[in-house]
């Protein structure tokens, strides 16, 4: 995981793809942007613009992806992510890996949230 700001540079030397990715999110206007699909690189890199209001943690189930990277910006507001790494050890609530590139768990083994 990297962690970081939008706005402070980092001093690591990102993959192109995920630099390509922050160039998109530096560069975009989102309060111009309705929510959906933007392709930045084909179906190789593109971002989901998603509106919605935060929810408490309890109400939200980890999540994994196998084949794409998910970068998370907030455009605005407050939330709490949680992290923590794949043991193989999690009960899994909902595998839509096939359709969407996503597998839901029950909870996660030492998650914490930042």
């Keep these: 995981m990297i962690f970081g700001h939008i706005a402070q ?43 919605l209001t935060t929810r408490e943690a309890v109400e939200n189930r980890p999540e994994v992806h196998r084949r794409y990277i998910d970068i998370q910006f907030l455009a605005w507001g407050e939330e709490k992510i949680g992290i923590a790494i794949d043991t193989g050890n999690n009960k899994v609530s909902e595998s839509l890996l096939e359709q969407r590139d996503i597998i839901f768990y029950h909870d996660s083994e030492h998650e914490s949230f930042r």
């Design 9 to 51: 540079p980092n001093p690591c030397r990102l993959p192109a793809a995920i630099e390509k990715a922050l160039d998109f999110l530096r560069a975009t206007d989102f309060n111009a942007l309705e929510p959906g699909v933007v392709e930045i690189d084909g179906k190789n890199i593109y971002a989901q613009i998603i509106d």
